[in-house]
């Protein structure tokens, strides 16, 4: 069974910061896609990333894909309270009959 | 604003009724998926329609069935209602039913079953 995991789920920090969410996956797929959810809000796509060493940058989020370890990273560079939202990373592959798998999503809370 | 629209926003009804979400895809979309969104399930894949056809089930109940219309806007209907059945409704449409595209939301349906 196609599972994709997040971490954390939930991380609180300090305006300024940096700080990196994991996306683990456990078959072979070369697409990645990373969404934003505000409070009681629809999903916003933010990247996708369709090959191994796929970088995208927006902004102060960056995501990066590493298909032989089966790892996406979202990266956040100087947090501000504006990036305050639940990020979902989601995976296609034959395995899903190119269904997106979607992780648990991390709620981020961004403290001013 | 994503292209994907839906109504209505916010639906509350009672256990044991039945309700129709409605579904429009952004304009040149051929595909339409429907999930759910609850506190502790998380997001659940519901099924999806790709040109009218249907493409893929996910964790859909018996009691919930769609369908895809020749204008490619697509209907959810939920029946028998359950309390566990209060959740956000959203669609989403992509421009293939194949991989590598992504999926646009619409703004979702907030059901609530008393």
């Known amino acids: 069974e196609l599972k994709v995991e997040q971490n954390p789920l ?10 990196t969410i994991y996306c683990n996956y456990s078959t072979t797929s070369d697409r990645l896609y990373w969404y934003r959810q505000d409070p009681g809000k629809s999903l916003e796509s933010l990247f996708v ?22 790892l996406s990273t979202l990266h956040i560079t100087a947090a501000v ?13 034959t395995d899903s009959n190119y269904q ?3 992780g648990a999503g991390t709620k981020l809370i961004i403290k001013p | 604003d994503s292209g994907v629209t839906q109504t209505p926003k916010h639906l509350i009804t009672a256990t044991g009724q039945r309700v129709t979400l409605r579904c429009s895809p952004r304009s040149g ?5 429907w999930y759910q969104q609850s506190l502790d399930q998380g997001l659940q894949f519901l099924i999806q329609y790709y040109n009218g056809e249907e493409r893929a089930k996910g964790n859909i109940l018996e009691r919930f069935s769609a369908q895809q219309f020749p204008d490619l806007h697509s209907e ?37 079953v008393t």
């Not at chain 2, 979309?29 to 998926?33: A, F, G, K, N």
């Open chain 1, 81 to 93: 309270h504006d990036l305050s939202a639940t990020y979902f990373c989601a995976v296609d592959s």
């Open chain 1, 100 to 102: 997106l798998i979607w």
């Open chain 2, 76 to 112: 959810l209907n939920l029946s028998s209602l359950e309390l566990g059945d209060s959740a956000l409704y959203f669609c989403a449409s992509s421009v293939s039913g194949t991989w590598g595209y992504e999926q646009y939301f619409g703004p979702g349906t907030r059901l609530t």
């Open chain 2, 29 to 33: 979309d051929l595909s339409v998926y």
């Open chain 1, 10 to 19: 939930f991380l609180s920090m300090q305006e300024g910061k940096n700080y």
């Open chain 1, 49 to 70: 990333l369709l090959s191994n060493g796929a970088v995208k940058q927006e902004g102060r989020l960056m995501a990066s894909l590493d298909t032989k370890a089966r």
